[in-house]
């Protein structure tokens, strides 16, 4: 028996993810490409933000009006879809299994970050539904094949797919929050982070965070100022580490 979707209409964008849609019935026109718009819609993502996204200035910038995108593309909507599949780029390679899976999964965490980094607007877009783009979909098979050494069940590795997922976007949104609030020199010559919170955490109050305040954890040079490698680091250690004894638990293996 044939699978049922495989029979039905697939939505407008998912074709135009997978290439299987052609352009509309009125014919594309000439030296117009969906890559093109598309790699427009990029640019203005990455020079000026989401926000300045939209099908008038898109089709300005490739030299169209904005009825002419429609003949490619449906909407704004399944516009940035595209976007972001296409900023995805090809995921990592996974490590050689004899490495071990920990090294597989550090690297399509800093590779994912650096997708993020490069193009922050990714984190604006509402998530909808599950990936189903081509280069979404190499993502998570990298991380499940980076998997494979271990004996998990297929369900437990989506699940950490999900996990890592999830731990990278936060990672990448703090990180884009935190360089926003310092990006004004003159108001963070006038007050910065920790000494505000010296002005305002007392041990009366905020015991527990007089105490980090006390011992210089949020210094002019730490966690005030930006975020650094280093924080990315510790996050992903200790996720890597639940991971670890994650598998040592299904394996019957004691805790070192």
Not at 165 to 192: I, Y
Request: with cysteine; charged share 20%; hydrophobic share 40%.
């Amino acid at each position: 028996m044939h699978d049922e979707a495989q029979n039905s209409a697939l939505p407008t964008v998912i074709e135009l993810l997978w290439g299987n849609r052609p352009p509309s019935r009125r014919g594309p026109r000439p030296g117009l490409s969906l890559e093109r718009i598309v790699g427009a819609a990029i640019e203005l993502a990455d020079a000026h933000g989401l926000a300045a996204v939209s099908m008038n200035r898109v089709a300005e910038r490739v030299g169209v009006t904005p009825m002419a995108l429609y003949r490619y593309v449906r909407s704004k909507d399944d516009l940035l879809l595209l976007m972001s599949d296409a900023v995805s780029g090809n995921a990592p390679e996974p490590a050689d299994p004899a490495k071990g899976w920990r090294i597989g999964l550090e690297t399509w965490s800093r590779r994912y970050l650096a997708v993020l980094t490069a193009h922050p607007w990714m984190l604006e877009i509402a998530v909808e539904g599950p990936p189903l783009g081509p280069n979404q979909l190499d993502w998570m098979d990298s991380l499940l094949r980076a998997l494979s050494p271990t004996t998990l069940p297929e369900e437990t590795k989506v699940g950490i797919l999900m996990l890592l997922n999830n731990f990278v976007c936060g990672e990448a949104k703090t990180a884009a929050g935190l360089s926003q609030a310092s990006a004004d020199p003159e108001e963070q010559a006038r007050f910065s982070y920790g000494q505000l919170l010296r002005r305002f955490v007392t041990p009366q109050r905020y015991p527990a965070l007089h105490a980090a305040v006390t011992a210089g954890v949020f210094t002019d040079n730490g966690t005030a100022t930006g975020y650094t490698d280093a924080d990315f680091s510790f996050g992903l250690g200790c996720v890597l580490d639940g991971v670890e004894q994650l598998i040592r638990d299904h394996d019957g293996e004691p805790s070192p």
